[in-house]
């Protein structure tokens, strides 16, 4: 006689499916699942359902690992990944909301992105970078695609020629473990230097066969060569993360939360959430900056 296993297996199980379909790697995955089950553990010690688990039944678990001796840190990471089991269960439907939000502990320092940069000053960035030799324009092309569509690092890597659709002013950002797939607009004052890179200036600089748009040996090399140049436009200019999460913050002002997540490529909202938490505390240090109270 075939015996079904034990509620909780099932739910492990079905979570280690969600983790791998949101591209979490093997590691992370296995972290997640661990630091869940001991959750679950001690919410089956205080005789509460997972499902019926409230915001302070969650307030308790915290506490619970205080007198453990875990620091802000470890308990923040634990709570990272008891929300990634309540999401799974909400997006079963089992739970309406994740009782894990909205917890924020003290003494853990957050990484901020601010102070961002305005749409405006972004698109100075990009109209007054000089691009005289092949190397500035082939920069110039890259630093585009930061300041109006956002792209990461890693994702100017990955990016092929076949991923720019000229004629349809349109790019494919590929998906990968950290973003997913998505298609993005282009500007119009961008379509022309792609096009005079992509027929002039990529065949004169690769070296070798490659789909490549961006071939070269190190990414850096652009970097390196971007930053100092842009620092002079504008001294605000930190690095490249920082202006990526300028244009975010531009389509929050614009964009439903979900689109903007989809434009961004986070594959959990709560990671768009943060860019707006992000613009609120931008905003509160320049009223406590130019309007100081007291």
Not at 134 to 139: I, L
Not at 184 to 197: A, C, M, N, P
Not at 257 to 267: F, I, K, N, S, T
Request: proline residues 3%.
């Amino acid at each position: 006689m075939k015996t079904s296993k034990p509620k909780h297996q099932r739910r492990n199980k079905n979570k280690n499916s969600y983790l791998k379909s949101k591209g979490c790697s093997h590691t992370s995955n296995k972290s997640y699942t661990r630091q869940s089950a001991d959750y679950q553990k001690w919410i089956k010690i205080q005789d509460i359902e997972p499902e019926q688990a409230t915001h302070r039944d969650l307030l308790a678990y915290v506490k619970h690992c205080q007198h453990q001796g875990n620091t802000q840190r470890t308990i923040q990471t634990k709570l990272g990944s008891i929300s990634h089991y309540y999401d799974h269960l909400r997006e079963q439907e089992q739970i309406i909301t994740n009782p894990v939000k909205g917890i924020e502990l003290r003494g853990v320092k957050r990484n901020t992105l601010h102070p961002t940069l305005e749409p405006h000053q972004l698109h100075q960035l990009y109209q007054n970078y000089q691009a005289i030799t092949r190397n500035q324009k082939r920069n110039r092309v890259a630093l585009g695609l930061v300041v109006y569509q956002g792209l990461k690092t890693a994702e100017l890597i990955r990016l092929a020629v076949q991923d720019l659709h000229i004629r349809a002013g349109e790019m494919t950002v590929q998906g990968s473990r950290k973003g997913n797939e998505r298609k993005l607009k282009l500007e119009s004052h961008q379509i022309f230097d792609l096009y005079d890179y992509l027929q002039k200036i990529r065949p004169a600089l690769i070296q070798r066969d490659s789909q490549r748009l961006f071939v070269v040996r190190r990414f850096a090399v652009i970097t390196r060569a971007e930053l100092p140049q842009v620092r002079k436009i504008n001294p605000q200019v930190k690095n490249l993360q920082q202006l990526r999460a300028s244009v975010i913050t531009k389509w929050l002002k614009r964009y439903n939360l979900r689109e903007v997540q989809y434009r961004a490529g986070h594959r959990y909202v709560s990671s768009t959430e943060k860019y707006k938490q992000n613009d609120l505390e931008g905003l509160q240090e320049e009223i406590n900056r130019f309007h100081p109270l007291g």
